[in-house]
């Protein structure tokens, strides 16, 4: 698993501050991803480490600085063009409730196809595909509520990777599981990402989870460093 | 079994006085201490497992002196023998970053060392953040290795992997944890 030093940023945050009333998440983070990379964000509770991700990602505004994703300034485009982006080009894992209660999970992962328009059996059948690299293809007609924790986490992967995202943004994408599953998870994560290309920026506490990085960025105080340099 | 015992005594002792060296060395860049000084300071700040014995700090400032890292910065006449005032030299400062700077092989039960080289640090009033995210990186830089071997392995390789990213992880959490005390722990050691 080599990191892909030739490729060129494709995500970068500078000097991004962002402040929740009174209280400083980010102040003067940086950060930056190639294609194909895997970064782990590291750091405390509440150190700004999920502030960061959801700035990367668009989901919520820097008071100050700049995020920039293949030549687009993020800051810059409309609030429309900021979710096109997200359905198109991101995919997103989190730790808890994200699946649909009411849909299958070929459904389930079929959904962010249906959103961009396209017909329903074609979503399934690359859901279909999906469920089956994830290794959960037998409880493809299952609902959520009928499966368990760690199955129910590689269908989640499964749809962040449908729609062969160029960034995936994990956050704490084992944090719920016991050791195996959470190792299943990140093996089966990781091979996919690597086999489409997809960068992906994993927020985890967890140093056997960062270790499945390239390398990793500690955030402290809000402060993001680069340990590439650090050993 | 003799020879193995033999060895592995032999390693111990050896891995022992490398560490005291340096340990002896960075208590004296606070200042020329006697020996007698070294001692006391050396079983106050390290010495709650096993107090250095007098022999040991007169013959590794004999060792210092020989390669330079130390001199005799006076000498008291008294009653008995003449006692020697020992100051670090610039070798010695030097060498005493290098050691601090230097990552420790990951390896079990290292805490003690690493626990060594903090107080070091910030007795000395280095940056002991930095030499923490050094180490830390030096850890995950491990954890990649045996993530990467135990992938690609089989059974048995994956079990030995485990073990040793456990031990790893466990290592990761105490700097963590030291990181996040640093300020409580140098308002303790800096009286």
Redesign the interface.
């Known amino acids: 698993m080599n990191p892909p030093h030739a490729a060129p940023a494709l995500l970068t945050a500078t000097d991004v501050h962002k402040t929740y009333g009174s209280t400083p998440a980010l102040d003067g983070a940086g950060f930056t991803i190639r294609a194909g990379e895997i970064v782990a964000v590291m750091g405390p509770s509440g150190s700004g480490k999920s502030t960061l991700l959801h700035c990367l990602s668009g989901i919520v505004p820097p008071d100050s600085g700049t995020i920039h994703y293949a030549g687009h300034d993020l800051g810059a485009l409309s609030d429309a063009e900021r979710s096109a982006l997200r359905r198109t080009d991101f995919g997103f894992v989190f730790q808890f409730g994200q699946l649909v209660p009411e849909l299958t999970c070929t459904e389930n992962v079929a959904l962010p196809l249906r959103l961009t328009g396209v017909p329903r059996k074609e979503a399934e059948r690359r859901a279909t595909e999906w469920l089956t690299r994830l290794e959960v293809q037998d409880v493809r007609h299952h609902r959520p509520g009928q499966i368990s924790g760690g199955q129910g986490q590689r269908v989640a992967v499964a749809r962040a990777l449908v729609n062969d995202p160029r960034v995936l943004f994990a956050d704490e994408p084992t944090g719920a599981l016991d050791s195996l599953n959470g190792e299943r998870v990140m093996q089966l994560l990781v091979a996919a990402a690597q086999e489409t290309g997809t960068a992906v920026v994993l927020v985890t506490h967890e140093s056997r989870v960062a270790a499945y990085s390239h390398r990793e960025v500690v955030v402290r105080d809000g402060r993001a460093r680069d340990m590439a340099g650090a050993a | 079994m003799h020879s193995s015992y033999t060895r592995g005594v032999y390693l111990m002792c050896i891995v022992l006085r490398m560490s005291i060296s340096h340990t002896l060395l960075g208590l004296l860049e606070a200042g020329p201490r006697h020996g007698y000084d070294l001692k006391r300071a050396f079983d106050s700040h390290f010495g709650q497992d096993r107090a250095l014995h007098y022999g040991q700090v007169y013959s590794t400032m004999s060792r210092l002196l020989k390669n330079g890292l130390v001199e005799v910065d006076a000498v008291e006449p008294g009653g008995g023998p003449e006692r020697k005032r020992y100051a670090i030299t610039d070798a010695g400062v030097t060498d005493v970053a290098a050691w601090l700077a230097r990552?420790e092989k990951p390896e079990p039960y290292l805490q003690s060392l690493l626990y060594t080289k903090v107080v070091l640090a910030l007795l000395t009033h280095r940056d002991a953040d930095a030499l923490l995210?050094?180490q830390?990186?030096?850890?995950?830089?491990l954890?990649?290795e045996?993530?990467?071997r135990k992938?690609g392995g089989d059974l048995a390789d994956q079990l030995i992997c485990d073990h040793a990213?456990?031990h790893?992880?466990a290592d990761?959490?105490w700097l963590?944890l030291t990181a996040?005390r640093l300020d409580r722990l140098a308002s303790e050691i800096r009286p």
């Open positions: 990552p995210d050094v830390r990186a030096e850890h995950l830089r954890m990649r045996l993530t990467v992938t990213l456990f790893l992880e990761l959490r963590e996040a």
